[in-house]
């Protein structure tokens, strides 16, 4: 259940961060940027990682 969670977790994120870089492409004095949405991603992924091993050690230690 913890799994599914996580991962919609990382889903919606990713889904805000790409929202965000769409929305910043239409406004003046802003511009989308790849290196920005590969930013957000790997923050999100190292997130994920590191809430699923906490997961794996909370797991562990029951």
Not at 4 to 16: D, E, M, N, P, Q
């Amino acid at each position: 259940r913890i799994k599914k969670i996580i991962l919609w977790a990382g889903v919606f994120s990713f889904a805000y961060g790409l929202s965000m870089e769409l929305v910043q492409a239409i406004l003046p004095y802003r511009e989308f940027s790849l290196v920005d949405l590969f930013a957000n991603t790997a923050g999100v992924v190292l997130m994920l990682l590191y809430l699923m091993a906490r997961d794996k050690v909370k797991r562990s230690l029951r």
